[in-house]
């Protein structure tokens, strides 16, 4: 199968998966927001990150967030670390709804797959994902476990609950549910190539 072919076949993956028209009332760019939000950590829980990870202008994000906001499925919180920050989450109404996500078709496909396979796909769709967005001026988002970021706490190995991790780009510790969250700061490790598969260097 040729480039093409396969570029084509992601591309209507993604399409068929996201679901058409209205689902539980909601159109396909509301349900968008619901899952960017459920997935982003709370350093990505904005309307300029989710603007940005979308592709899509700050006044449409904005738009589309404020009806969801009037519907029930978003509210705004103060961080906890900063005060002066607003953050959006979920609402238990919006994570009731998600249960009937559309988009879950796509996700138990992939759960189908072998083990043996997903380390290697996931890599390959990053290095896919990188270099798309790197040809059309775009941000790159990602997850702590492929950060350059992401660094070791030495000196909490031997306290819990707290995490060994560290964001390097915030300084702040990270929580374990944090690590495989979508993060508006990723930058990708460098990758080497093992055989015909692209693997990730391991956290610092």
Known sequence: MNSRAIAEMVFHLGRIASGEGLIEGLTAAQWAVLRYFAQANRFSRTPSAFAAFHSTTRGTASQTIKTLETQGY????????????????????ARVILANDPFES?????????????????????HMLGQVAQERGKSTFGTCTSCQYLESDDCSRDERPRTPYV?????????????????VNFVPVKHMMLGNFVIGALPR
């Open 106 to 126: 796509l996700v138990r496909a992939t759960n189908s797959l072998p083990p043996s396979v997903l380390g290697h796909f996931a890599n390959a769709l990053q």
């Open 74 to 93: 978003l509210t705004r919180m103060r961080s906890d670390e900063d005060r002066r920050s607003v953050q959006l989450v979920l609402t238990d109404k």
């Open 167 to 183: 964001c390097g780009f915030t300084s702040e510790r990270l929580r374990l549910e944090e690590i495989d969250e979508v993060c």
